[in-house]
T-cell receptor, first 111, second 112 residues
Framework: QQQVKQSPQSLIVQKGGISIINCAYE??????FPWYQQFPGKGPALLIA?????SEKKEGRFTISFNKSAKQFSLHIMDSQPGDSATYFC??????????FGKGTSLLVTP | EAGVTQFPSHSVIEKGQTVTLRCDPI?????LYWYRRVMGKEIKFLLH????????ESGMPNNRFLAERTGGTYSTLKVQPAELEDSGVYFC??????????FGPGTRLLVL
C-alpha cells in the first residue's frame, strides 16, 4: 500500500513559470516531509523539508506548502529554470528515519 | 567531504545467481539506509542500520535479502538467489542523526 501519493507524474513548464507538484498522505503519525531532487545518474538529494507545525517554508525559489487538515503538501518552484529539469520526490516519515516516497514527478522546463 | 558511494554502479546477473552490493557511507554517519526503486514504482525503504545494528528491517522483502554492516562502517546487501522481480535501482543513504539523508548514486541491478 502506497503511503504517499504524488501528482502529476510528469510536468512541462516554460522557463520563468511556476512548477507545482502535489502530494497526499494518510498516516497522521507522519511528522517530517522532505522533498528530494534527482538528476539522471545521481541519487536523490534533499531539496527542502517541513514539519507539520508550520504551513509554509521557503528556501530561495522553492516553497513547501503544508495543509495538515487535508493531509496534503506541495512543492512550488518559482521562476522555473531549465536547470531545474529533474525528477522530484516527496516523502514522509514518522520517525525521521525510514522515508516513504511518492512515485516521483519528472519535470521538464523548456527554454 | 566525500559523499555516499556505491559499488557496482550496474550489475547484470541471471536468475538464481547471487549479487552483493556495497555501500560506503559518509564518514562519521552512524545511520545507514537501504532503499530500492523498482521500475514504475516508488522508492521503497528496505532497512536502517545504526552503527552495526539493524534498527529497522521492516522493508526487507524476503529472506533472500541479507544486509550487513561490518564494524559500523560500510554495508553490503546480498541477494541470494536473485529473482526477476529483484531488478531495480538500489540506493544507499546515510545520515549523522535523523532526517537529512544523503543518497548514493545507486546500483542498477538487472536480473535476466
Amino acid at each position: 500500500q502506497q503511503q504517499v501519493k504524488q501528482s502529476p507524474q510528469s510536468l512541462i513548464v516554460q522557463k520563468g513559470g511556476i512548477s507545482i507538484i502535489n502530494c497526499a498522505y494518510e498516516n497522521t503519525a507522519f511528522d517530517y516531509f522532505p522533498w528530494y531532487q534527482q538528476f539522471p545518474g545521481k541519487g536523490p538529494a534533499l531539496l527542502i523539508a517541513i514539519r507539520p507545525d508550520v504551513s509554509e517554508k521557503k528556501e530561495g525559489r522553492f516553497t513547501i506548502s503544508f495543509n495538515k487538515s487535508a493531509k496534503q503538501f506541495s512543492l512550488h518552484i518559482m521562476d522555473s529554470q531549465p536547470g531545474d529539469s529533474a525528477t522530484y520526490f516527496c516523502a514522509a516519515s514518522d520517525s525521521g528515519y525510514a522515508l516513504n516516497f511518492g512515485k516521483g514527478t519528472s519535470l521538464l522546463v523548456t527554454p | 567531504e566525500a559523499g555516499v558511494t556505491q559499488f557496482p554502479s550496474h550489475s547484470v546477473i541471471e536468475k538464481g545467481q547471487t549479487v552483493t552490493l556495497r555501500c560506503d557511507p559518509i564518514s562519521g554517519h552512524d545511520n545507514l539506509y537501504w532503499y530500492r526503486r523498482v521500475m514504475g514504482k516508488e522508492i521503497k525503504f528496505l532497512l536502517h542500520f545504526v552503527k552495526e545494528s539493524k534498527q529497522d528491517e521492516s522493508g526487507m522483502p524476503n529472506n533472500r535479502f541479507l544486509a550487513e554492516r561490518t564494524g559500523g562502517t560500510y554495508s553490503t546487501l546480498k541477494v541470494q538467489p536473485a529473482e526477476l522481480e529483484d531488478s531495480g535501482v538500489y540506493f544507499c543513504a546515510s545520515s549523522r542523526f535523523g532526517e537529512t539523508q544523503y543518497f548514493g548514486p545507486g546500483t542498477r541491478l538487472l536480473v535476466l
